[in-house]
């Protein structure tokens, strides 16, 4: 049941007011609570209700031995988030988080009956979702009734978190301010009463002023050596006064046990303490030792006057700058030689801006050496004062501590004059000792003069001079440039002949020195017609001089001119000295034209004995041609009978072959076949060395395996030799590969075994031995290598040697010391042709009696060497690629048909051209080619290589084999070789072509 606002029954005037709570208790349904209905209450309940609903303070009643909830307003704050939950629990109900606490005290009050007090009891309660550390100060009363018994506990108290969580962060603040002064790199104290008793000295405090008794003592007593310093007053001021007083560098002498410690200066503060009413209490005081630093002061103080003293010398200037060359100050030594004021100083320039553009560079070095050193090595440099005017100094800048720099500079302008004129002296020496000593020691009139315009030239600073023989040509003119410097010769001829001039001719006639400094403000410009000056295209000149150059005859032999496109160039000094120069020039001259009249009167007698020097020579040239022609006779003869009967075997045998063929008799085709193979392979071979001797021939060179090539000829070189003369082979297993034609060694090789074996009739011992050598770039210039390193294959005999005399010509084509008809003198020849066209060389060591040792040097080629091709008498080799489609192009039909028909017997689909132009037609109507085999050399203007190219203009990816039988290196030119451009030389076997074209076509053009 529920009771009204204002029960009726004078019983339930208890529950009567109450506010909030109240109306609650009023409304609440106690009789389904443990302490039932209202009026079934004891009265101590109902009284001590009727107090709690009534009283200010925060109150609760917790009624029996359940602890039953009823509380007023005031204890709202109390229940928090869970009233009016609350109203009618159970303690423990409520209060689950600090019922573990309180639980005691409860038990106290309830079941013992005493009251309980706490003050500042940590309650951990939980407000929403976080327990929260709360203090309290609460009482609990127990409530009796009339037979003394407890039935319930009367809860008052009030929440103090806020105080004790502040008066805790005064605590901390305080702790921490007494470590802070404890520990304050400043000395502290503090001292109170009008005796100024010490309450408080940090660490500091007692470093400086020493272990003394301060605590509780007066300032008197701890410091009585402080009397008549000022300090006592001090303190009693700001203590009358309530006035700060600061002190600055204020010294005090320190005395210990009677003894004077030490005099110290002071930077501190005394600073009043008040209490609540503004009264004086005491005073803090705080400062620091600054001894160190007023010395330090004194003496920079000091010193920056003696600086400002010393800068006060006009002889030496002094710069204050900023890092972006702001000008500060400057003194007046620097003022006094620029010229400026300091305010045009501060205002106009830069410090960059005092020297010319051209020496910014060495101001941005001199900034990095002070950014990296803080201070530049004294150096030299031009300054610019303010009238435009320069002068030279001296400086040398360093960094000061704020992040300026301060620069000296002494004057340097006389001195730097003084070198530079004893430059320009010597300097001017120099070139007068070399010219007096062409002069003296040269009678060509020509290199004389060249080197008197140069001289001059160089010697006043002109632009350009010029020297003008004056003679007479068949015009009658008088004036011909004969020698210029610094300007091309074009730069007059162009211009037409000379004129006499109202300028030009003095110099001529010998009137004396012309100078001007601006030739075109000279009265004398200008007068002449057509050009009324300079004609157009003439050299731009503003400075003129020109001097006489006069014979001891007194003729006039011509003139030295100098010109300069800058106005006032030439000085007195100049004029002078090239006046004394021309005096010198004209006695060399005379000299020299002498000499030529005396070479002119004997030409007459050298013509002579050069006619009879040459007419010796033609005789003697005759005579050489004539034994070239013998020889060349005896090899032409010896080539045409190894020809004919070459000719003969290969004819014969074709004839026999056709006969046999006409009359289907297949008896001994086979041998005449084989004859013609012989004898075309032997004159292929013979072919093959006369190429080498001109070396001219068409080189196949690859990688190849030295050691195996020399090895693999032992057997042939000892048949080739004879039994007679033993061979022995030494190889270096580290000679390793080098890129030659291994055909053309191999041939060279038993060319200089059957040599050696024609220089020992009576037998003996020949040694071929190879090795890698190493060759610097000095001993590659003796024998004309690059440097690098090289494969030498050394063929050695202990033959009969070689004569001094013959040494030098063993190389030269058709020489030979053996009789006529035993060597044509074409071997060696071949040799070396072979081997400078691999890019090698040959070196001969020979001694009469004692053997000859030739070496050949080839370039060692670091890689891998190549497998031996596939022999001439292979079967037919097919086609890899069945169809593929290919060009042959060759002006010789026979040779044409035989590559066509032997491809296409091997299944490639082949078209054929006789020339380029026909070639390129078919290419350019074909959709796919994938080779073109052409030979160099064709007709119509168009060789082999430049097919190539064209080709590959419409097919990138083309192959190309090329076939030769000559020297088309040059055509095929250096690098050009390449996986898809191949060579292949004449004369070659059919299976040899087919295996070259099948590994071409090997693999598809991508």
């Known amino acids: 049941m529920s009771y009204a606002e204002t029960p009726a029954d004078p019983a339930f005037h208890f529950l009567c007011d109450g506010g909030e709570m109240g109306r609650r208790i009023r409304q609440f349904p106690w009789a389904e609570s443990p302490l039932g209905a209202p009026d079934t209450w004891p009265q101590v309940l109902r009284w001590a209700v009727s107090v709690c609903l009534n009283s200010t303070m925060p109150s609760a009643i917790y009624w029996s031995e359940h602890f039953v909830l009823l509380y007023n307003d005031a204890w709202i704050a109390v229940a928090g988030d869970r009233h009016p939950w609350a109203l009618g629990r159970t303690a423990e109900q409520v209060w689950p988080d600090i019922w573990t606490v309180v639980a005691a005290d409860f038990a106290k009050a309830f079941e013992q009956g005493q009251g309980v007090a706490a003050y500042e009891q940590m309650l951990p309660i939980k407000r929403g979702e976080t327990v929260t550390e709360t203090f309290w100060n609460y009482s609990l009363t127990p409530l009796r009734d009339e037979r003394g018994q407890v039935l319930g506990v009367l809860n008052q108290g009030h929440e103090v978190t806020h105080r004790v969580l502040q008066g805790r962060e005064q605590e901390q603040a305080s702790a921490r301010q007494q470590r802070m002064f404890e520990q304050a790199p400043g000395f502290i104290t503090i001292v109170a009463g009008s005796d100024h008793r010490f309450e408080f000295v940090n660490d500091a405090y007692k470093r400086l002023f020493g272990e003394r008794n301060y605590l509780g003592c007066s300032i008197r007593h701890v410091f009585p050596e402080l009397e008549g ?39 501190f503060v005394y600073e009043p303490l008040l209490d609540s009413q503004g009264q004086v209490t005491g005073v803090f005081c705080e400062g620091f030792d600054v001894t160190e630093s007023y ?23 002094a710069l204050f700058f900023d890092a972006e060359g702001r000008i500060l100050d400057a003194n007046v030594g620097f003022l006094k030689v620029s010229g400026y004021t300091l305010d045009q100083l501060r205002a106009e320039v830069a410090w960059q801006d005092l020297t010319p553009a051209q020496w910014h560079d060495l101001a941005v070095q001199a900034l990095e050496e002070l950014r990296s050193r803080g201070q530049t090595s004294p150096y030299e440099k031009q300054y610019i004062r303010r009238d435009g005017s320069s002068w030279w100094g001296l400086a040398a800048v360093k960094s000061m501590p704020d992040g300026t720099f ?123 017609e057509p050009h009324r000056g300079m004609p157009k295209g003439h050299l731009p000149v503003r400075s003129y001089l020109a001097i006489s150059v006069v014979s001891r005859t007194g003729k006039v032999l011509g003139g030295l001119f100098f010109g300069h496109p800058q106005p006032g160039r030439f000085t007195e000094r100049h004029e002078r000295l090239m006046v004394t120069l021309a005096a010198n020039a004209a006695i060399a001259i005379d000299n020299a034209q002498l000499f030529l009249q005396v070479q002119q009167a004997n030409e007459t007698l050298e013509e002579r004995v050069n006619q009879r020097t040459q007419e010796l020579t033609r005789t003697h040239e005759a005579l050489r041609q004539s ?8 090899l032409t003869g010896g080539i045409a009978h190894d020809f004919n009967n070459l000719l003969a075997g290969i004819l014969g045998s074709a004839e026999l072959l056709e006969r046999k063929l006409k009359q289907a008799n297949p008896n001994g085709v086979e041998k005449l076949i084989s004859a013609i193979h012989v004898s075309a392979k032997r004159a292929a071979a013979l072919t093959q060395r006369l190429l080498a001797f001109s070396r001219r021939q068409t080189l196949d060179p690859k990688p190849t395996a030295i050691n ?11 048949r080739a030799v004879g039994p007679a003369i033993g061979v022995v082979i030494t190889t270096d297993a580290a000679a390793g590969v080098a890129k030659i034609d291994a055909a053309q060694l191999e041939s060279s090789l038993l060319n200089l075994a059957i040599n050696s074996r024609d220089a020992m009739p009576g037998g003996g011992l020949i040694t071929i031995t190879t090795e890698v050598i190493e060759l610097d770039a000095f001993a590659a210039s003796r024998v004309e290598l690059p440097a690098g390193d090289y494969v030498a294959v050394t063929v050695s005999d202990t033959g009969t040697g070689i004569a001094a005399v013959d040494l030098k010509r063993i190389f030269d084509p058709f020489f030979t010391t053996k009789p006529i008809g035993q060597g044509t003198g074409l071997g060696l020849s071949m040799v070396h042709g072979f081997v400078r066209q ?35 008498h292979a079967p037919m080799v097919p086609a890899t690629r069945p169809g593929a489609p290919i060009v042959v192009v060759d002006d010789e039909p026979a040779i044409r048909t035989l590559v066509v028909e032997t491809l296409r017997n091997a299944g490639y689909a082949v078209l054929e051209a006789s020339d380029g132009a026909s070639a390129l037609r ?6 796919a080619v994938e080779l073109l085999i052409t030979d160099v050399g064709l007709p119509g203007g168009l060789n082999g290589r430049q097919v190539a190219d064209a080709a590959r ?45 099948a590994d071409m076509l090997k693999h598809p053009a991508p």
């Open 708 to 718: 195996q090539l020399v090895e693999g000829m032992e057997e042939l070189i000892s």
């Open 627 to 634: 034994q070239k022609m013998e020889a060349l006779g005896q």
């Open 229 to 267: 310093q000022g300090y006592y007053e001090k303190l009693d001021a700001v203590y009358r006064t309530g006035q700060r007083f600061v002190a600055n560098a204020m010294p005090i002498d320190l005395v210990m046990d009677g003894q004077h410690v030490a005099t110290r200066f002071l930077n």
């Open 838 to 872: 691999s890019g090698g060389q040959v070196e001969v060591i020979s001694e009469e009696g004692a053997g000859t040792r030739f070496r050949l040097l080839l370039p060692r080629f670091h890689g891998l060497s190549m497998a031996e091709p596939a022999t001439a």
């Open 406 to 528: 301060f620069e000296f500079v002494v004057d340097i302008s006389d001195r730097v004059h003084a070198q530079e004129a004893l430059k320009q002296e010597t300097r001017t020496l120099g070139i007068l000792r070399t010219l007096n000593s062409t002069f003296a020691s040269d009678l060509n009139l020509e290199r004389i003069v060249q080197s008197l315009t140069d001289a001059g030239t160089e010697l006043v600073g002109a632009a350009f001079g010029s020297y003008f023989h004056n003679v007479l040509d068949e015009t009658g003119e008088y004036l011909k440039l004969y020698t210029l410097s610094g300007a091309s010769r074009e730069a007059f001829e162009k211009l037409g002949h000379p004129r006499a001039t109202a300028i030009f001719t003095p110099t001529f006639l010998n009137e004396g020195v012309v100078r001007s400094d601006d030739i075109m403000a000279d009265p004398r410009y200008g007068l002449s």
């Open 295 to 317: 010395q330090a002061n004194t003496t920079l103080a000091r010193s920056e006057e003696r600086f400002r003293a010393a800068l006060d010398i006009e002889t030496v200037g």
């Open 953 to 997: 203009q419409r097919f990138t990816d083309l192959k190309v084999l090329f076939i030769t039988g000559y020297a088309e290196s040059t055509v095929l030119g250096e690098g050009f070789m390449s996986g898809i451009t191949e060579v292949v030389t004449k004369p070659f076997s059919l299976a040899a072509l087919e295996q070259r074209v």
């Open 922 to 927: 078919l290419i350019d109507a074909s959709e």
